[in-house]
């Protein structure tokens, strides 16, 4: 890959974290080429433009065939709003790409998986430069788009995996976009969720996954502290509804809402990355 | 309905409520008996007593012949967790009485429905009265156990119905407990999530919900203040998902998280509180 359009099915991204991004992307991958949608940089109510403008450069960067990859920016909440109809009027050029991101995103990259349009890569995102250590999410990213693999997430088996957001995955969960997940791993991380909405997340996803190889845990982070403890930890609560549902629990994963976000391609494909 | 016994499937009541509801039943109601059961009070964590306690006592209160009725005392979150092993293990006495609660409730009363089991009927609960207004919730039951359906939805039209908090029944779909709801008019209300996350429970829900006749908005309470505005209203937002889906919207309902919510029988039974 060597030329990467950059958009925000979501929610926008800040022109001065795209600028640090360039910055990187500039000094030490000069053989990248980014590309910053300006849509990106839209901000109407909740999202980074209404869904005709978000939907519209979706499709200005999947289906230009100068692009390699797209590049989703930012999470947030809304990709899920404009998911139907860009698999509806994607063209050729869309169907051959591989698409980066995670979060809100993952209703998109379920999707495309689902269809079996072009590549899902569950990583970073541009947003992830202001966190600490972000540089080197960012880093971990430009380094896949140019061919090196060491941003793999480590558990990966090669059994087939993909990795979620686990409210997205629970939203996603009968819809018109998920996919089958039969014999994969799967992989889930939270951020900024309760323990008793992880709890009720748990049994809800896990009712949808009965058939997968297993289920892994990245990280949760910035649970809100409630009125009262829950009495139980997040590995706790995973173990507890893969037993209920007889599921297979296999341990932690580094995925997350935090810079060591590693990288998930969707299906056998960890070499995704070199297309 | 003469008799009725009281449990916590999820979180604990305190006992001055019950002593509150005690005084109105005994004061302006006096042929009715209500019964709340020492669990009630139990703190655990962040429920009313582990998952085995809560289940014994839902399964002492349904399983008894004496008890005409079962009256959940609070949602908060955790009747899931049992809900299975209660359609499990319950008895003959249980599958005759009639069930009343909401909120996290719903994942009970969807499983009821679901198998045909009991009635179930969308209620105000113990904890009610604790709200403003409050007083007059608890009447609005103990009135209904009474005989007297002036508490009824006032919006149900003689097709079957169903109510349910959004975020419960959006857990619930693709579980082991969703009823089957087509045909139904389906009532829905929230309390205390962001727009942005209505609007994502609306997307999920509508996809579980394709062959209702209809959907109805309640009350949707304590929607925190996000760092930017969402754009578009709760009914905004409802409409959109109706509408994206292909469903019917058919305007408010007269439920929720206050001490307006009004009782709803589910199925055709609008008069299963006179049994």
Known sequence: MRSIAICAPATPLKRVWADEVLAIAETEFPSL?????????????????????????????????????????????GSNRIAGEFFGRMGEAARRKTYFGYSDLGTLLGGL?????????????????????????IRRVLRWFSGDRDGLEPGLTGA????????????????????????HEVLVEEVGEYEYAIDRLFFHVTAHLRDVAGLRLGQVTAVPENDRPFGAGVEDIARYWCDKRGLEYLGRAEIGHTSANRIVPFGLEADAGRR
Chains 1, 2 share one sequence.
């Open 33 to 77: 080429e980014l590309h910053f949608h300006d849509q990106c940089f839209i901000e109407d109510g909740h999202f980074a433009g209404n869904d005709a403008v978000r939907l519209s450069a979706l499709l200005d960067c999947a289906d230009d065939p100068q692009f390699d990859a797209v590049w989703f920016a930012k999470g947030g909440y």
């Open 113 to 137: 998986y689902r269809a079996g349009i072009g590549h899902a890569v569950h990583s970073p995102m541009p947003v992830d430069i202001m966190r600490e250590g972000g540089a080197d999410a």
């Open 160 to 183: 087939p995996a993909a990795a979620f957001n686990l409210y997205t995955l629970a939203m996603m969960a009968g819809t018109e976009f998920m996919p089958t997940l039969a014999g």
